[in-house]
């Protein structure tokens, strides 16, 4: 077994999500470090950056591979902790964090890239690798093949005068972009949406410089929300909702949290455009809050992790919602109404109605008891 072997065998995923057939790597990463290793020994003995690992596979990997420095940016919060924790465990050196703008050096030649699905994503980390890059720098975007297309190229030829495909490998496939060009950096989008509201979207927020449809039907519910002192829109996003809360309760306090930095900085901007003080907050749910503090939760929570589908981040957002709110706060939820969450909802938060159900989302309020305790346990049943 190689050093390399015994580093991926030992990584683990939390605090990420877990189930049957996950691990803390896959195919992709396997192949960015092997083809680092056989085509550019010399640029990964030196400094290296990272960008959106998901677990320290590729960060950990290049430093095991003998790179004298390795540079990270990483979007999720989750897996900047999982990047930590599989470090401490390893004893490996942790490698150092920067923002997306100032992760290349004129001493990086390589850059490891989990390719994005997002373009404006992928057009974003480009651009602010090319535009500090060294002319000798070659960055490696890999993913699997399912989650690649052919318009991604361009995107990359837009920043790197030359963008070359490796075959695929165990159904991964390996981009390989070279001669930075210069270029300007990406800059967030700006659009004017309900009731007014300017939406402010950095590249790779969720739905960009629009409302989704799940957002829609959930805030189309605002006109019977209970009145509050304190609201939190939770997995926010770009924002808009807790801007429109802010906007409808001047005298409230309303937070706003997310697991990506990226939404984390449109929300911030979100609300700066819109005039109105909301507290955003970068964590994995709500950890920066006492239990019982809170009148209102708004939720449009995700179903995916990276590339994983799973119902297990709207399970934790979930519980997350009813350990915050107060007796008698309420929990505004919006969902896929396949899933049928509505169990869930009652036993982990408590008594459940439903306010708009189409054939693609349901929305619900549901209020914590004022007396008692829940299940902190979501059911099975439902899912």
């Known amino acids: 077994m190689t050093a390399l072997d015994g580093l991926l065998a030992g990584l683990a995923r939390t605090p990420d999500i ?40 590729l960060a950990l990997g290049a430093t095991v591979l003998g790179a004298s420095a390795v540079r990270v940016h990483q979007d999720s919060v989750i897996a900047r902790r999982a990047l930590a924790a599989n470090a401490a465990r390893a004893a490996l050196p942790q490698p150092s964090p920067h923002p997306l703008e100032e992760l290349v050096t004129p001493e990086t030649r390589l850059v490891l890239v989990r390719l994005p699905r997002s373009h404006d994503r ?37 920043a790197f005068g030359r963008v070359d495909v490796a075959p695929g490998r165990q159904k991964a496939r390996i981009l ?16 004017t949406v309900a009731a007014g509201l300017e939406v402010v979207a950095h590249p790779g927020v969720f739905a960009g410089a629009a409302i989704d449809i799940g957002t829609r039907a959930l805030i189309d519910t605002f006109d019977e929300l209970p009145a509050f002192a304190s609201a939190l829109d939770l997995a926010c996003g770009s924002g808009l909702m807790a801007s429109l809360l802010a906007l409808d309760a001047p005298d409230a306090r309303v937070i706003a949290a997310d697991v990506s930095a990226v939404a984390v900085a449109s929300a911030r901007d979100t609300a700066a455009a819109n005039g109105v003080p909301v507290e955003v907050h970068h964590d994995d749910g709500a950890g920066f809050l006492p239990d019982a503090s809170i009148d209102l939760v708004v939720l449009n929570p ?35 109404s396949h899933l049928a969450y509505r169990p869930i909802l009652e036993t982990v938060v408590g008594p459940t109605r439903q ?23 979501p059911p099975v049943r439902g899912v």
């Open 18 to 57: 877990g189930g049957a057939g996950l691990r803390a790597w896959d195919a992709a990463d396997r192949y960015l470090l092997d083809l680092a290793h056989e085509r550019f020994p010399d640029a990964l003995a030196g400094e290296v950056a990272v960008v959106d690992d998901t677990h320290g596979a």
């Open 122 to 158: 992928l057009d974003a980390l480009a651009r602010a690798v090319a535009a500090r890059a060294d002319a000798r720098l070659v960055l490696l975007a890999g993913n699997r093949m399912k989650h690649m297309t052919p318009t991604q190229n361009p995107i990359l030829a837009a």
């Open 176 to 191: 390989i972009a070279s001669q930075p060009r210069a270029v300007a950096r990406a800059e967030p989008r700006r659009a």
């Open 302 to 336: 995700p179903f995916h992790s990276g590339s994983t589908i799973t119902t297990e981040l709207a399970r934790r957002l979930i519980a997350e919602a009813a350990r915050v709110l107060r007796p008698g706060g309420e929990l505004r939820c919006v969902w896929n």
């Open 355 to 377: 306010l708009a159900r189409t054939p693609k989302f349901t929305v619900t309020a549901s209020r914590r008891p004022c007396g008692g305790r829940v299940s902190a346990t």
